[in-house]
């Protein structure tokens, strides 16, 4: 799905850009009145100490932008990646890709080696590219992190995340970043027990009763290929999607399970997870 157009990325620090950047966020996530997009003082004040603003154009037209700044995880030093945002035209065609590949160049020339940042386990797409294209592993899950949000993105349901982990110098990412190496097959996944397993219920996917007492190597945990429609046509599912998962991933990443994986079931609408144990598995688990 790399059909990027003719891409320019370079580092935005004149005002004016900055300004096209909160535009362009206020696009891509919908925000009813503006309050919840990056405010202009702190973008400019981050880049002075670090923070990392980037633009994709086409041409003159700011396309896509992210922003990263400098952070703290038991006490080394990271960056922290608040915002990608793609706009629609340029979506599933590699730019937001690029813009990442970019970010951590630049990290890597600060002396940095972690980028995190969330998204939402729900969210089949960004599971996907943050996993399988970017080779992000997740060991942290948080509930509710932002609350209630005015954008029709979060709409429904609430604002639970994992914690995407970006190891940039990792063989594995760079094998992910080369597509070398091995990425998930549909026999790993279908070897993997299944600890929630997704079911057809009218038009739409619903989750079966999760299994929190597995201890097997590898777990499969099924998430809907389109959350986003069933967060608009059936809320209350989309509410039981948000509370089956948090039971499983509450349950499991705190016993030492890692997400090292993504797989697309097309066929039956839906994703799956791969999760495997830390004290037993290697990164690249598929």
Known sequence: M?????????DLTDLDDLRE??????????????????????????ILRGAIVLGAFDGGALVAASYSFPALKDGRATHWSHMLGVLEPYRYRGVGRLVKLRQRERALDLGIDLIEWTFDPLQAANGYFNLVRLGAVVEDYEVNVYGESSSPLWQSTESDRFIAQWNLREPHVERRLARRGPIMR???TLAAACV???????NHIAPREPDLDDDSRRLRVEIPASFAAIQ????????????ATRAVFTTYLPRGYRIVDFWFDRARACGSYLLASTASAPRDAA
Do not use: F, N
Request: charged letters at 25%.
């Open 232 to 243: 608009a046509e059936q809320p209350a599912l989309a509410a039981q999607w948000r509370a």
């Open 186 to 188: 549909a026999s790993d």
């Open 196 to 202: 929630l397993e997704a079911t057809c219920v009218g």
């Open 21 to 46: 950047v909160i535009a362009l966020e206020k696009h891509v996530w919908g925000y009813a009145d503006g309050e919840e997009a990056i405010p202009l003082p702190m973008l400019a004040a981050g």
């Open 2 to 10: 790399d059909d990027a157009p003719a891409i320019e990325i370079r």
